[in-house]
Structure formats: structure tokens, C-alpha cells
């Protein structure tokens, strides 16, 4: 990966224009249930762009067992923690599975939300509804299978 330590002033010599932190990388997503970890993944992959206290993750992760799973989803290992109260914002993160197997027909779509807990935790909505739930252990099957991306912010 790169990294660039110490900072680097870009397009001129303004406070504004100093980047302090650049970083790419490989991360290790692993899936857990509000009790346990997946029984067994099959695929954890991650890689990740941080730019100043911007960071970006994209990941894919497989399981072939729920195991003692149970409660909410969501995954750990995220390269860097999340600060979800930037200065006059109300911003945490998000992003958006692209892709998932065997996971409940009746969610319309999934999205991804990066909370103050480092944690990646997946949502889906079904039928009408305005907001999108919390995916628990029921909501899916074992070979499961997400990928996405997701942007937040840390320190």
C-alpha cells in the first residue's frame, strides 16, 4: 500500500491545502451476530483509501455457517475507528451492498451504516417502509455472502 506520513501541502501552502494523512490497504472483515461470530467464513477481503479523516472500505465476506449466531449483523475489523460527530454535522457513514446471496427475498435492498462502535452493520427494507431495519441472523441463510462498500469518517 501507500502511505504518506508527515503531511504534504497540495495546489499551495494554505492550512486548507495540507493532507495529513494517505493511506491504502488490506483490512479483515469478519461477520458477527449480536452474540457470536459466523461459524465459518469462506471469503473475508478488504481494502481501504483513507484521504485526511475520510476513509473508504470495500469488502466481501461468505460464510458457509451461522453457527451461534444470533441478533443483529454487522462486520468488525474495520482498519480505522468511526467518529460519528464531526464538528456542526450530524454525518455517521454509509454506503451500499452491491451484491449478496442467500439472504431474505423479501428485502428490497440492503445498505451499509458505520456506526461509533467500529462496526459495518447491514440493513435492508421491505415493501413500503421509510426506514430500513436492522438484518438479524434470521434474515439470512448460511452461505451467505455480502459485498460492498462502505465511507465514514475517524479521527
Not at 475489523?77 to 454506503?95: D, K, Q
Not at 451492498?97 to 423479501?106: C, F, H, I, L, M
Request: charged fraction near 15%; include cysteine; hydrophobic fraction near 35%.
Amino acid at each position: 500500500g501507500v502511505n504518506i506520513t508527515g503531511g504534504i501541502y497540495l495546489g499551495g501552502t494554505a492550512a486548507a491545502n495540507y493532507l495529513d494523512h494517505y493511506e491504502e490497504g488490506s483490512w479483515t472483515p469478519a461477520m458477527r451476530g449480536g452474540t457470536a461470530y459466523a461459524g465459518n467464513h469462506s471469503m473475508q477481503q478488504g481494502y481501504y483509501v483513507r484521504v485526511g479523516n475520510k476513509v473508504t472500505v470495500s469488502f466481501g465476506v461468505a460464510i458457509t455457517s451461522k453457527g451461534n449466531m444470533s441478533g443483529d449483523i454487522h462486520l468488525l475489523g474495520l482498519p480505522f475507528g468511526v467518529t460519528s460527530n464531526l464538528t456542526g454535522t450530524s454525518i455517521e457513514a454509509s454506503g451500499i451492498a452491491g451484491y449478496w446471496k442467500n439472504v431474505d427475498p423479501n428485502l428490497s435492498h440492503i445498505t451499509c451504516v458505520a456506526d461509533d462502535a467500529d462496526a459495518i452493520y447491514l440493513r435492508g427494507t421491505s415493501g413500503a417502509e421509510d426506514d430500513p431495519d436492522q438484518l438479524t441472523h434470521s434474515d439470512i441463510d448460511s452461505d451467505f455472502t455480502v459485498r460492498g462498500t462502505v465511507t465514514y469518517f475517524t479521527s
